[in-house]
């Protein structure tokens, strides 16, 4: 067989492995969402060998979706680690024979303590099955292996139903992204969902401000200044009145000098868009981007007062990853 029909076949299987899974998805699973749902304690996944890694990834995968649940290394279990284990939680053993010996030396332990056990199994009759609440049944009549030695039809088995368990429980629980975000800060839906204008806004001696009895000159010079390409203007109240950026100034300059000495409200754009503080930094970059008759690239921030707190620029959202 040659390279690329091995590797056709071998994803020929595994789907078909996968495909299989459908119909016995029964009460018995229905059941093991219902008493995920009621748990008090925690799932703690564990396995062995290939196993243990696909426990791995679906203890990470409940833990991100709202489901709290961590991984037990069978082994380091008898070794001290089943004391993270308590009568509250329930414990995923996975493991395609259903006899692997460290699987089985633990399972006294968690009777004794009072976890419930759910097999992930692909034996109906064995050790690890009859000693369960629940059977998860991800058999495989043979594995994608040529030699029918290396797991991988039950390996991808049991992470597909990890996986089902997982958006089950989910959907059941009105998981939503901003939940999912707050589980991932670090990655770019995290800094999306999470960040918030004040993250990112100019503010204090950063906010470039210029009052209304100032002229356009002086309103370039805070421009140039603070680094923004525009400035807010306030009256004397602090209350935004309009903004001017740096376009304005230079369309000015194709009809003469002359206004650089006139007033700051000569030039500006009265009622610019604003945003407040607490709107995510998402929000400012759609309205950034949305705005007509063409985008924009900075915002005032204003509070109830609609005082120019802050000021937004394109730029300090696309460093923060949003997008």
Request: glycine content about 8%.
């Given at each position: 067989?040659?390279?690329?029909?091995?590797?056709?076949?071998?994803?020929?299987?595994?789907?078909?492995?996968?495909?299989?899974?459908i119909?016995?998805?029964?009460?018995?699973?229905?059941?093991?969402?219902?008493m995920?749902?009621?748990?008090?304690?925690?799932?703690?996944?564990t396995?062995?060998?290939?196993?243990?890694?696909?426990?791995?990834?679906?203890?990470?995968?409940?833990?991100?979706?709202?489901?709290p649940?961590?991984?037990?290394?069978?082994?380091?279990?008898?070794?001290?680690?089943?004391?993270?284990?308590?009568?509250?939680?329930?414990?995923?053993?996975?493991?395609?024979?259903?006899?692997?010996?460290e699987l089985?030396?633990?399972?006294?332990?968690?009777?004794?303590?009072?976890?419930?056990?759910?097999?992930?199994?692909?034996?109906?009759?064995?050790?690890?099955?009859?000693?369960?609440?629940?059977?998860?049944?991800?058999?495989?009549?043979?594995?994608?292996?040529?030699?029918?030695?290396?797991?991988?039809?039950?390996?991808?088995?049991?992470?597909?139903?990890?996986?089902?368990?997982?958006?089950?429980?989910?959907?059941?629980?009105?998981?939503r992204?901003?939940?999912?975000?707050?589980?991932?800060?670090?990655?770019?839906?995290?800094?999306?969902?999470?960040?918030?204008?004040?993250?990112?806004?100019?503010?204090?001696?950063?906010?470039?401000?210029?009052?209304?009895?100032?002229?356009?000159?002086?309103?370039?010079?805070?421009?140039?200044?603070?680094?923004?390409?525009?400035?807010?203007?306030?009256?004397?109240?602090?209350?935004?009145?309009?903004?001017?950026?740096?376009?304005?100034?230079?369309?000015?300059?194709?009809k003469?000098?002359?206004?650089?000495?006139?007033?700051?409200?000569?030039?500006?754009?009265?009622?610019?868009?604003?945003?407040?503080?607490?709107?995510?930094?998402?929000?400012?970059?759609?309205?950034?981007?949305?705005?007509?008759?063409?985008?924009?690239?900075?915002?005032?921030?204003?509070?109830?007062?609609?005082?120019?707190?802050?000021m937004?620029?394109?730029?300090?959202?696309?460093?923060?990853?949003?997008?």
């Open positions: 067989m040659d390279i690329i029909e091995q590797a056709r076949q071998t994803l020929k299987i595994e789907a078909e492995v996968i495909e299989s899974l119909p016995r998805l029964d009460d018995r699973f229905i059941s093991l969402v219902e995920i749902l009621a748990c008090n304690g925690r799932v703690v996944v396995g062995m060998g290939k196993s243990g890694h696909i426990g791995k990834k679906i203890a990470a995968t409940l833990a991100s979706t709202g489901t649940s961590f991984f037990l290394h069978p082994a380091e279990g008898i070794h001290g680690d089943l004391g993270m284990v308590t009568s509250h939680d329930i414990v995923i053993a996975i493991s395609n024979s259903g006899e692997t010996h089985l030396s633990i399972l006294p332990a968690l009777k004794r303590i009072g976890a419930r056990i759910i097999a992930m199994c692909g034996r109906e009759e064995s050790t690890l099955t009859r000693n369960a609440d629940i059977l998860l049944d991800v058999s495989v009549t043979h594995e994608a292996c040529p030699l029918g030695l290396a797991p991988t039809s039950s390996t991808t088995a049991a992470l597909a139903m990890g996986d089902a368990l997982a958006m089950a429980l989910l959907s059941v629980r009105n998981f992204p901003e939940d999912f975000a707050l589980f991932h800060p670090g990655g770019a839906l995290g800094r999306k969902l999470l960040l918030t204008v004040e993250n990112v806004m100019h503010q204090g001696e950063d906010n470039p401000t210029v009052t209304l009895d100032k002229t356009v000159e002086e309103a370039l010079f805070i421009i140039t200044a603070k680094g923004l390409g525009a400035t807010t203007v306030v009256d004397s109240q602090g209350r935004l009145v309009g903004l001017i950026t740096d376009g304005d100034i230079r369309r000015g300059l194709e003469g000098h002359d206004f650089l000495d006139k007033p700051v409200d000569t030039l500006m754009t009265r009622t610019p868009r604003t945003i407040t503080k607490d709107k995510l930094a998402a929000e400012a970059l759609r309205m950034m981007e949305t705005n007509k008759p063409r985008p924009i690239t900075v915002l005032p921030v204003v509070n109830k007062e609609c005082q120019a707190i802050g937004i620029h394109l730029t300090d959202l696309l460093r923060q990853g949003v997008v």
